[in-house]
């Protein structure tokens, strides 16, 4: 139904924006179990709607999730110069928003070249790896959103908006995989129970393909099976570990065979996790809600927490719709009226006005 459709648009990209302003105060952080307790009060303060504060300030991973929607929306066919375009523009109106260390070279080569070939200074990444780096993933929700019922489409614009700035082929398919999880969490009807290990392993029938095709490309070598293999692997640690009961031991585990970094397969398939297991309650963590749970969650295990959560609050929020998200930890966020309203241009862009 159409209504469902456009709530889920706001949730997915309101469900990013929370992740990102209320898990960027974390960054970087180890969180010890005292600290579990700090961030359970935090998120209660933040759910008051008679709370009053400074608002949480969104980072670089918002900046470039707007870019990415303005793209889709403001033109009618992928136009990838424009996007890099709009990615400069952002960088240079506020370079503070905590972008990563190396993509602001990528930034100044763009626009020292006057964008000539797009593509060229993320290739030089690195020493000619390119970035493997969770950027563009944490920015891909429009895409998902917008392609969400053409996905041959949704995966090839996917693979060259992140090449943009992302050229590794981990920093490349983990923005795939965080596409195919919200598109998944766009199908799934909000009112029904999602299965964890049912979608995990749906996931992780994709990345097989999503991977295969890659070893056909490259003719990588045999040796290299971890690189060509990355995100099955990963998605077979998810299964295993929601299998497992919960305390905090478990929690190390999961930053120990998941991780919690700012590479893209050190935080993709966790910021999957967090969704799956908090559509159960968790123990150490005091909510009903399912989409504070999955924040709150990701933002626990310390490291990445802005985009872990960012990735993590898109994919609930994508499944849950608006209604799902409280509005109160909404307002508490930056740029939180605009987001609506990039997500409801990106809905009828996508289904045409009127609807
Ligand atoms: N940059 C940050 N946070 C740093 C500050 C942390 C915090 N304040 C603290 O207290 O520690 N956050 C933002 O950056 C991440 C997204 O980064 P992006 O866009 O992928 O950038 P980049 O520079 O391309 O990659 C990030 C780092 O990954 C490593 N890396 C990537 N590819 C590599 C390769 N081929 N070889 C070696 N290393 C590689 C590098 O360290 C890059 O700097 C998000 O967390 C966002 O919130
Ligand atoms: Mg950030
Ligand atoms: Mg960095
Ligand atoms: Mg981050």
Known sequence: EASVLKSKFRGCLLGALIGDCTGAPFEGDTITHGDKLVIQRYYDKL?????????KSYTDDTAMMKSVAKFLTDKPEPDYRFLARLFVTEFFKEPKRGYGQNIVEVFHKLRNSKFEDVYKPAKEQFMGAGSYGNGGAMRIAPVALYFHDNYKTMLEVATNATKLTHTNILGVNGALLQSVAIQLAVKCDPEAKIDPERFCAELYRRMRKIERVEEDLDDIEEEDDGTRKAYQNKLRVVENLLQKKHDDDLDEEVILNLGNGISAYESVPTAIYCFLKALN?????????????????????????DTIACMAGAIAGAYLGEDGINTALAKQCEYYRDVLEIADNLYVAKEGPGN
């Open 281 to 305: 309650e968790i123990p150490s963590i005091q909510t009903e809600n399912v989409f504070r749970r999955t924040v709150q969650y990701a933002v626990s295990l310390g490291g990445d927490t």
């Open 47 to 55: 759910e008051d709607p008679t709370f009053t504060a400074p608002y």
